[in-house]
Structure formats: C-alpha cells, structure tokens
C-alpha cells in the first residue's frame, strides 16, 4: 500500500526506517502513526505538527536497528537518531525537541502523557497498537492498519531491546522498560516467544 506521511520530510524518514529495521518493527511504527494521526486529525493538528508526529512515530524504535546501537537505552537512541535525520532538514530547534521527547519518553507512563500533544500521542498510538488502549476505528482506518500485518511485533521488538540488552547491560537500567524484559529474560533464558513481561 503506498503511504504519504504528510511531507517529504516524513516520506523521506519512512524511507530511511524501511532500510534499517525489522518488517514487524516498520509496520508497528506506520500503525503506532495511523493510530496517532487519527486522534492528532481529530485534536485539530496543523500540517507541520502531523508531519512532526510521522517522523516521530517512525523513528520511535530505530534504536533497535544495529546501526543506531549505542550505549544508551534504545530509546534514547532513536531519539537521537531522529534529531541527527532532522538536522538536515531545517526544523524549528522546539519542534525537533518535540520529537526527541515523544520518542524518548514513548516508554514512560504517567510522564510521557503529560508533556505535550506530540509526546502523548506517540505514546497513545503505542499502547493503541498494543491494545492496551481500546479506540474505536473507523472502517477506512482499520482498513489501512490492515495493510501493516503485526508479523509477531511483541516478540520482534522484546527480543530486539534483550539481544541489544545483552551485549551491552548498560542499555537496560533496572527501573527502565528494556530493564524490566532483560530481567524477564534472564529470569528464564529459555522461554520462547513474547517476553512475559512485554
């Protein structure tokens, strides 16, 4: 299905995330940013805060991808990674802020809701896909997300943020997400498939 993010900024970010992430992280992100965009649209966004939002949705796991593997949690990571892809493109330095804080703050409930309409709804749109949030869908809007299959996205992703975890303990702080699957994993090294605490 062709997708437009909403800019040539967005087009161009999706293109870079498909080059460097898993398919089950690729279409978690583009679901994470329908879901987002649906209630954004709703919200009254204007065209450059939706743009804003799509790069952000996209990047919000690139720092699973090995080349955004650094010491830091992978959250942080792909944070820094949108902002490095931004540079590039003259944004506002607020709205690449913004950015920064909805991808590294996707992961922390109970902040990540309270520090603006960028960050809550990457945070919204991931709990969404989870299904940990219930939203009703629109015919057109569950159509599109069908177009991204979830490919095993909960084992994908956990057993992406361990293998990182793993090689470098540092990238998993206890009280951190990553944190908490790395010591679900280490817990019972030989259970397969979604991590027990994802």
């Known amino acids: ?45 204007d065209t450059q805060a939706r743009e804003a939002l799509a790069v952000a949705c996209l990047f919000h796991d690139a720092g699973t991808a090995s080349l955004y593997d650094g010491p830091q949690r992978f959250e942080v990571e792909g944070a820094d990674a949108a902002c490095e892809f931004l540079s590039g493109h003259s944004w506002p330095a607020p709205l690449v802020q913004q950015v920064w804080e909805a991808i590294a703050l996707h992961t922390s409930p109970g ?36 177009h991204f299959p979830r490919l095993d996205i909960e084992t994908e992703l956990g057993d992406a943020v361990v ?3 793993l090689r470098r303990r540092e990238k998993a702080p206890s009280a951190s997400w990553p944190g908490v699957l790395l010591a679900a994993h280490l817990a019972n090294p030989d259970h397969t498939g979604i991590n027990p605490a994802f």
């Open 163 to 165: 293998a990182q975890a």
């Open 1 to 45: 299905m062709e997708v437009s993010f909403g800019g040539a900024v967005a087009d161009a970010a999706f293109q870079h995330v498909s080059s460097i992430l898993r398919p089950a992280i690729v279409n978690h992100s583009v679901r994470v940013w329908l879901l987002a965009d649906h209630v954004g649209r709703q919200e009254g966004m």
């Open 111 to 146: 902040i990540a809701e309270r520090m603006g309409t960028l960050t809550a709804l990457v945070r919204f749109g991931v709990m969404a896909d989870f299904g940990s949030i219930d939203m009703h869908t629109t015919d057109s809007l569950a159509s599109r997300l069908g």
